[in-house]
Structure formats: C-alpha cells, structure tokens
C-alpha cells in the first residue's frame, strides 16, 4: 500500500481555522528523549507561538533574503542551485495547472488519477515562489498564484489507498509557496486567499491530522509536516499543537538510539509492543545501533522521505521560534551518518539488513546538514561528504525540492 519510489518525470489577515481539528492545548514531548540521554522529560512541552511568523513554513525571509543575495552575488553553490531550479519545468511560465475534483492514488501509484499531476503543480507552485522572490518578477507569482487558485477552485478529495500520502506530499508544499506570496507578494486577491485556506483546512487537514499509527514511518512524518505547515498558514493553534504532539511521539519509532532500551519502540498508541513485533515492523532487522531507521532494511529512499519530513518540521518549528533541534539532534545527526556512509558505499555488515541495502537515500541531507553542522557547530564528516557529492540538490517529484538553493550554509 506504499508507493515504492518517486516518480520521475497586500496580506488580508489569517485564514479563520476549523474548530474540528481536535487538537489540544499543548504538545508534550512524550517519547522523546532529552538531548542528555537521561531520563525522559514529560513535563516538557511545546505549544502554538503567540504570534506566528511569515512565511514560516521551511523557509523563512531572512534564509530567502541570504538566498537572494548570495544569487544575485554569483556565489556558490547557490547560483548553481538556482541555475537548475530555472532551468526545471516547473518554473516554466507556460505551465497549465492540471487540476482535479478527486485525485484518486492507489499502491505503488495504481491508479494514477492526477496524483501526479498534484504534486508536481504544488511542487511548481513553490518553485515560482522562489523564483518570484529571488527575481522580483512579478510573473513568477502570478503563474504561482493561477496554480494554487486552480487547485483550490476545483479539488474536493483525494482517495484510495494512498490518498494519507498524496495529500502529506501536496500537502508540504501547497503552504510553502502559499507562505512566500502571501506575505511577500500583494497581487494575490483576498478571495483567492481565503479559498485557498479553505482547501487546506477542509481538504487536506482532516485526511492527515490524525496520522496513520500502524504505515511506515514516514507516512505518518510526512503528515505531520503538512498539517504543521498548513497550521501555520491557517494561524491553526489547535492542529499546530496536535502535529507537533503526534510527531514527538512517532520520531523514536522512526529513528533509533541506543538509549531508548535493548530495541526500538512501537508507535505510540500501536499494539507493536513486543520485541518480536518490532522486528517485525523494523523489516526483519534484529541488531539495532545508534541512528538505524525503522525503513533502513526496506529501502533508504523511504528512509530518505522520513529523514526529510523531520527535518523539515523542525526547520518550521524553528521559524515559529521553537527550536526543536536541541532535543533531537543526538537521533537525527546519528542517523544521517548512518545512512550517509551506506549511500557513499560502505560496505554493508551481514548484521545490517543480511549484508544487503537498497541504496537511493535521495536529495535529503542539507536541511539537516545545515541546521547540525553549520549552525549547532555539530561535526558529520560523512553526511558532508554525501551533501557536497550530490550538490546542487534538485528534487525527488514528491516534496522535497531545491534545498541547495534555500539552505546551504544558510546562517537564518
């Protein structure tokens, strides 16, 4: 029921948010280790800011004002990174947005009814929306905004099998580009706005807000970064909280150190308790070391996809002036060198998925890399070696796009 790789080919005030999102008051750290190792904390607790920052979902105006500037200087790696980003379809001007009433998703994208087209139209959306500020042409952020009005005049539903997915996967990147021309653009009109929420809040948010305790990890991560992103853009403290809350809980059940006991642990609120069912869960490994994923022995793509969508809710969180990256850096830094060092071509120990890795981890390392390493002064030779290797990072056709560009060496 997965789908096993990525397919290639003036402000008019906050949108008003649902009561129905059931969130509560505030998010506990549950699970979630401290950064000492010690004892776990659940006193510790994050909840919606006050006032919430825009654009703040991933990027900010300070990391697009850096990437601005380092552009329009030539410097490198970001001029490279924008020089493929334009040289991409989806900053076309030509583009037509290909909406639809009912985007219907099966496994292993069958059938394949404008998933597709979804995601790369809000993959597009952002893409513009980066070019519009880098350029300040103003055609970019019209063609970004035909998109999302299209979008959001027309579709009403996703289904089958994989419709939690496809719409955590649009659903990460619709507010992205929603942030940046909202807040830094003002032809978009004040109906196209509040419509625009509207479809987050009616169609996206309620297929993902609840998450999905028993899919692999990165399901469940992946709709916690939309619905946090789409909280952001809706000014939702009730689903702001409940994606934090439900994203502290699945992390440990994703990323696993030596400190969480003998093995990992199930999904909070699964039945997946027993050493035995974890293992399970785990894709039959049964030696478990610092910074393993709970995908490593299926694939290191969707290995990638719950790595990304982590580091992109604390990448937001950030924004909203919660850094969370204290308290996960010990599990997230493990886990890029982890992977990193496979994707580089270790050679894998019979311990280790029976001697055997499917590789392809994906263009997934700067976020973090930058965040750990140049802002935390975290040392990760390896995944340095792995993001330099793959500059300038594009994108996976999914929602991860471009993040040469936006966050290397990015000090915001």
């Not at 994208?109 to 993959?123: I, K, M, V, Y």
């Not at 880098?134 to 055609?139: A, H, Y």
């Not at 590789?359 to 750990?372: D, I, Q, S, W």
Request: with cysteine.
């Amino acid at each position: 029921m997965l789908l096993s790789t990525a397919v290639v080919v003036p402000h008019s005030g906050p949108v008003a948010a649902a009561p129905s999102t059931g969130g509560v008051a505030t998010a506990t750290v549950g699970r979630l280790a401290p950064p000492s190792g010690g004892p776990l904390d659940s006193d510790l607790r994050i909840a919606a800011p006050p006032t919430f920052t825009h654009p703040g979902v991933l990027v900010s105006r300070p990391q697009l004002d850096f990437v601005r500037d380092r552009v329009n200087a030539g410097a490198q790696p970001w001029k490279g990174a924008y020089d493929q980003m334009m040289a991409s379809g989806f900053a076309s001007l030509s583009r037509t947005p290909k909406p639809r009433a009912v985007v219907e998703c099966g496994s292993y994208s069958n059938p394949n009814n404008g998933c597709t087209d979804e995601r790369q139209d809000a993959l597009a959306a952002y893409t513009l929306a980066l070019a519009w500020y880098i350029t300040r042409d103003s055609r970019y952020a019209d063609k970004a905004i035909q998109i999302m009005d299209a979008w959001s005049a027309t579709i009403r539903d996703h289904t089958n099998s994989n419709a939690p997915l496809q719409t955590a996967w649009a659903g990460s990147s619709w507010p992205r580009a929603a942030e940046i021309i909202r807040y830094t653009y003002g032809g978009w009109s004040s109906t196209g706005v509040s419509r625009f929420g509207a479809m987050l809040r009616d169609v996206y948010l309620p297929e993902i807000i609840n998450g999905n305790l028993t899919s692999n990890g990165n399901w469940e991560l992946s709709m916690m970064e939309a619905s946090l992103g789409i909280a952001v853009f809706l000014e939702d403290r009730a689903a702001y909280d409940r994606a934090v809350g439900k994203f502290r809980d699945r992390l440990p059940a994703f990323l696993y150190l030596t400190s969480d006991g003998a093995y990992p642990r199930g999904p909070v609120g699964s039945s997946i308790d027993t050493r035995a069912e974890v293992v399970s869960y785990w894709h039959g490994q049964q030696v478990f070391s610092d910074g393993l994923s709970q995908e490593t022995c299926r694939d290191l793509t969707h290995t990638g996809y719950g790595i990304s969508a982590i580091s992109h809710v604390a990448e937001t969180l950030r924004h909203q002036g919660q850094d969370i990256y204290p308290e996960i850096q010990d599990r997230l830094r493990h886990a890029l060198g982890f992977h990193s060092k496979y994707e580089l071509g270790d050679p894998v120990p019979s311990t280790l998925c029976g001697g055997s890795l499917n590789r392809g981890l994906g263009p997934v390392t700067e976020v973090a890399f930058n965040a750990l390493h140049h802002r935390r002064g975290v040392a990760m030779t390896r995944t340095q070696q792995l993001t330099e290797r793959q500059r300038p990072a594009g994108t996976n056709y999914l929602f991860v796009a471009w993040e040469t560009l936006t966050h290397a060496g990015n000090p915001n």
